[in-house]
């Protein structure tokens, strides 16, 4: 990683308060480029705290863009950070509104020229994208990381009609942490205890009203980008990680927008800007990238950037995590973060057209007598994080306890052969009996090298409930990936993946027909590509400070911890977000954060099936002084007909409780 500290332009910033028609300002922080003319404005809005939370990430990349002669703003939504107004629902139209009125205003500022580019990664960039599909006559170029354009089967809260267990309840319980803390004091003066107070009284847990939507309705349908392709005006760089949930987002953007307004980018990355370092990597020069983006649309300079490959596409084999299932232990101090997963090796390739020339469907058969799949509850424990960000334990470990609990289909590649690359999305047509299974099936795609490890490509699920008879379907996320001389292909088919998947009260499983069956891979044919990015650079670093050193063997908890209770059949995820510690900010602030989530079920009841998550954060500024607590608590459990929900937020000024409620919730299980 490059620090860059001398840029074409001397740049200053400041915090200003944007009016919104009804009254209501939105907390925004703005860098900007001493110039002798007006510049383009560049425009990140999201709810998570510029003061604190993305503060670090932010001062990586606004000064750098501001320091290359844009006006570079990160804005607070309504509800959150030291923005005034209520929180509310992640999918608001409000929200919507809200950010085509900054827009409007940056582009009245007598420092802007009046043309904005907007930018953002997960749910930064779907908000971006769905803006875009407004129109908003300022808005000219986007660039949206590793975000949705489907909110019901692409946002991890369903997959196939499957409900997203460790998505929807994680997200819903982060949020619900997120929503309760309170504005700051240094910001907004001595008035942040009353905007406290009144947003605490406004918060609802988010994951009532996504359980009670198991179908795509119109609560999904309504404002989602997929539904309105034609909507979208500006400019978009679409960029995803193969290791990330949201990366189909990037070949459907590709494939329905016009392709003098889009490009796309999907690099071995997880949920995380392309310019950072943690694994998988590697990291590219992302704000170079960009910066050709926005001068080409914002300034209308000739930088190549759309003479580049429709979609630009990262193919090589993968590994597998190296942390060892179920063994309890932390990595090893002296196991360096980037030792623990080896760059991967791989190349860049390039196609003009999505759907590509180059890549051509491919059946593969598959064989054997009908099997009887009955997956026990607990597959799914070497899953992986949902949503992975650079831990070394969020990426899936090898897959052969869990390939033990599926029927297995393999495919060689013969040691003879060429490398076999797919590039899109896999399809396993499965016929089932009885006609009308209940349940849920998942397909997982497998890397098997000589010694047996089995590396986890792709997967996909679908709920069997109500499909009729007749063979299923399966769509599994896209991948880009090497099969190497030597390997087999592995399709593996099973009843459960807990806590990826929400158990269906019936697990007696179903009758796989291989005769019957098949597997659909997208093959893409070798070609030569001459495709390369800059090495990362980035501004300088905040300087957030962090005073204790934790020993990983003896203090911290392992980031994935399974635990069996051989007696009675049962077993408990404990997974450790890595948010413990405290962290000094330049200004003084003090944030302290500690969450856990475990995710709890038995072998043969999928009525078991649990899940818990609590957080505690501290927000503490000695000066002042100010010291505040926020503490939730949120469960689901099941029974046949209902999910139980319960959530729980406890807030403190000082030792003075400031708010206490409890939400309990009966949510019908009418699909999903």
Not at 254 to 265: F, I, K, Q, S
Not at 289 to 316: F, N, Q, V, Y
């Amino acid at each position: 990683m490059k620090i860059r500290t001398s840029f074409p332009y001397e740049t200053v910033h400041e915090d200003v308060r944007i009016p919104l028609p009804d009254g209501t300002r939105l907390y925004a922080r703005v860098w900007r480029p001493l110039a002798d003319e007006p510049v383009p404005a560049l425009l990140e809005y999201l709810p998570h705290r510029l003061t604190d939370a993305t503060a670090p990430r932010d001062r990586q990349r606004h000064p750098w863009y501001a320091g290359h002669g844009y006006a570079s703003v990160r804005v607070d939504v309504r509800g959150y950070g030291n923005s005034e107004g209520l929180p509310g629902d992640a999918y608001r139209e409000a929200e919507l509104a809200d950010g085509v009125e900054v827009i409007g205003w940056l582009a009245g500022q007598p420092w802007c020229d009046g043309r904005v580019g907007m930018f953002g990664i997960g749910r930064g960039g779907s908000t971006a994208l769905r803006i875009a599909a407004r129109a908003p006559g300022p808005l000219r170029a986007v660039v949206a990381v590793c975000c949705a354009d489907d909110r019901y089967d692409g946002d991890l809260h369903y997959m196939g009609g499957a409900l997203l267990a460790a998505g929807t309840h994680s997200r819903a319980a982060a949020m619900l942490a997120s929503a309760a803390r309170p504005p700051d004091p240094l910001y907004v003066g001595d008035a942040w205890r009353r905007m406290w107070v009144t947003r605490l009284e406004a918060v609802e847990p988010l994951v009532h009203t996504w359980l009670a939507h198991p179908t795509r309705d119109d609560y999904w349908r309504t404002g989602a980008v997929r539904e309105e392709y034609g909507s979208v005006r500006a400019a978009v760089l679409a960029v995803g990680g193969w290791h990330d949930p949201y990366r189909d987002t990037v070949l459907r953007l590709v494939e329905h927008l016009p392709g003098d307004r889009v490009r796309g980018v999907i690099g071995p990355w997880s949920h995380q800007y392309p310019d950072r370092e943690p694994p998988p990597g590697p990291a590219i020069g992302f704000l170079q990238e960009t910066l050709r983006w926005w001068d080409h649309h914002l300034k209308d300079r000739p930088t190549g950037i759309m003479a580049e490959p429709l979609l630009r596409s990262w193919l090589g084999p993968s590994r597998p995590s190296p942390a060892p299932t179920g063994s309890g232990t932390a990595p090893a101090p002296e196991a360096p973060h980037a030792a623990a997963h080896p760059e991967p090796t791989g190349r860049w390739v390039g196609d003009d057209a999505w759907p590509s020339p180059n890549v051509t469907p491919v059946t593969y058969a598959l064989q054997g007598p009908p099997v009887l799949v009955r997956s026990p509850q607990h597959t799914g424990l070497d899953a992986g994080h949902p949503l992975p960000s650079g831990g070394d334990a969020d990426l899936p470990p090898d897959q052969r306890a869990e390939d033990a609990h599926s029927a297995c289909f393999d495919f060689p590649v013969p040691p003879d052969a060429a490398p076999l690359d797919i590039l899109g999305r896999p399809r396993a047509t499965l016929a089932l009996s009885p006609g009308t299974p209940s349940g849920q099936v998942v397909a997982r795609l497998c890397d098997v090298a000589p010694d047996g490890t089995s590396v986890l490509v792709t997967r996909g699920a679908l709920d069997l409930t109500g499909a009729g008879a007749g063979a299923r379907v399966v769509e599994l996320s896209a991948t880009g990936h090497t099969f190497p001389p030597g390997h087999r292909v592995r399709l593996a088919v099973s009843s459960a993946y807990w806590p990826w998947i929400w158990p269906r009260p019936d697990g007696a499983g179903f009758t796989l027909d291989p005769g019957a069956s098949a597997l659909l891979l997208p093959v893409r044919r070798p070609t030569t590509d001459a495709l390369a990015f800059e090495e990362p650079e980035q501004a300088e670093p905040l300087g957030v400070t962090v005073p204790t050193t934790l020993d990983d063997t003896e203090t911290r908890r392992p980031e994935r911890r399974i635990v069996r209770d051989v007696a009675r059949g049962a077993w408990r995820l404990e997974v450790d977000p890595r948010h413990e510690g405290t962290r000094v900010h330049p200004d003084g602030l003090e944030v302290t954060e500690e969450a856990l989530e475990t995710w709890t079920i038995t072998e043969r009841d999928p009525l078991s099936a649990g899940a818990r998550s609590t957080w505690t954060v501290r927000l503490h500024r000695p000066d002042l002084p100010w010291n505040v607590t926020v503490e939730t608590r949120s469960e689901i459990t099941c029974t046949a007909t209902h999910f139980l929900t319960s959530d729980e937020v406890i807030c403190k000024d000082g030792t003075e409780p400031v708010f206490h409620h409890t939400w309990e919730r009966r949510v019908p299980r009418t699909a999903g």
